[in-house]
């Protein structure tokens, strides 16, 4: 397993630019000027335009139906862009702890937001003991939240600014998926009982999941899908299976991609392609009985951060592919696959030379990507000769 085969973009990154003008439609989106560039691939020549700019360290990105988008920027602001491209701050978040790689993170929109208006959101609050990962759902209305409740936050806060994950999804049966990590105390995760280095299935309500009662992890917390992860910043359901896959980052290597199965121990810190920072290894090796191996593993590390699926019609040889970004790499990383076989890689966006943190298809079957900086963009990957 590692990285198979890359092959580089070209075309160099365009001088920085304001957007103005912008208007969001159903079936797409529309610029004027264009300020795109073309790049190369092996399969796809691929066009990538620059469509909001001027953003603080922003982690996630998300579509409303209405053709509007939601940004998270991590300091702790929640970003609406209309249908007229105006950017509004969305009033009424619940206080934010915007410590070390905390603050605001994930959102994701509610499959019947049509009718429940409803968004989830994950972030970092304080507590007795330190920080810890919550997670809320509120109900936008425009400009502002309604209705904000947190349904669910860890079960120990501590102290430290790293590992809080995290990413959410939606799954077809109504569960809230949870992906945390382990807030740079590895044994953590080696604890059911203990959130940290979990991934966790709660109904969107709060309660826990009755998917992870049938599992019968002796001791484990009452949301525990899965444990013995290190920092999950990847979160996708598989659009055929209904898989739940995750990547998450390793130290020194070993960064993963895994498919989860329900009850499995998925083996941070015991078992690991990743080595101490100082050179070192690991934990006992790379894997271990009654221990789950990674689909693949990336050593060294790509730190990868957001991750979709494609399935839309502007890259038709794109369909099935993995997309995920990379923070230190500095791209966008497709990963080719043949079932649950990883077959070949492909570096894109690496000209770009911007942290990629989120990576999301959009309902205009454009990529849609956003870059982690203090003065980061999202940009709108399209098919130049559709």
Do not use: K
Not at 74 to 99: H, N, Q
Not at 152 to 171: K, P
């Amino acid at each position: 397993m590692g990285v198979m085969r890359s092959v580089q973009s070209g075309a160099s990154r365009a001088v920085a630019v304001l957007i103005a003008g912008v208007s969001f439609l159903l079936g797409g989106l529309i610029q004027a000027p264009a300020q795109e560039q073309i790049y190369r691939s092996s399969e796809h020549d691929y066009a990538v335009e620059p469509v909001v700019t001027g953003l603080e360290h922003p982690w996630a990105v998300a579509f409303l139906p209405d053709g509007g988008l939601l940004i998270t920027e991590r300091p702790g602001r929640l970003l609406r862009i209309d249908a007229t491209g105006a950017r509004t701050a969305v009033a009424g978040l619940p206080e934010i702890a915007a410590a070390g790689q905390g603050g605001l993170l994930d959102v994701i929109v509610d499959p019947g937001f049509a009718a429940n208006r409803l968004i989830f959101f994950s972030y970092v609050e304080r507590a007795d003991g330190g920080l810890r990962t919550a997670v809320a759902r509120a109900e936008l209305d425009r400009g502002r939240l309604l209705e904000v409740r947190r349904i669910f936050a860890m079960n120990r806060a501590s102290r430290g600014g790293r590992h809080f994950g995290s990413r959410l999804a939606v799954l077809a049966d109504g569960d809230l998926v949870i992906g945390l990590g382990e807030r740079g105390q590895r044994q953590r995760a080696q604890d059911p009982a203990d959130h940290a280095g979990s991934v966790l299935r709660i109904r969107t309500d709060g309660s826990p999941s009755p998917r992870t009662a049938a599992l019968a992890i002796p001791g484990a917390a009452a949301e525990v899908f899965t444990w013995g992860h290190r920092n999950v910043q990847g979160l996708a359901i598989h659009p055929e299976t209904g898989a739940v896959w995750v990547h998450e980052h390793g130290p020194r290597g070993g960064d993963e991609i895994n498919i989860l199965r329900g009850g499995a121990n998925y083996g941070w810190p015991v078992v690991t392609f990743g080595r101490e920072y100082s050179g070192p290894r690991i934990g006992i090796g790379t894997e271990a009985p009654g221990m789950q191996s990674p689909l693949l593993h990336w050593t060294p590390s790509i730190a990868p951060s957001g991750m979709a699926f494609y399935t839309g019609a502007e890259f038709p040889r794109w369909r099935g592919d993995l997309f995920a970004g990379a923070l230190v790499g500095r791209h966008l990383r497709r990963v080719v696959l043949r079932g649950e076989e990883a077959v070949e890689q492909e570096v894109l966006l690496d000209r770009l030379a911007e942290r990629v943190r989120d990576v999301r298809q959009g309902p205009d079957g454009a990529l849609w990507v956003l870059t982690d900086e203090s003065d980061g963009t999202l940009y709108r990957i399209t098919n130049p000769d559709r």
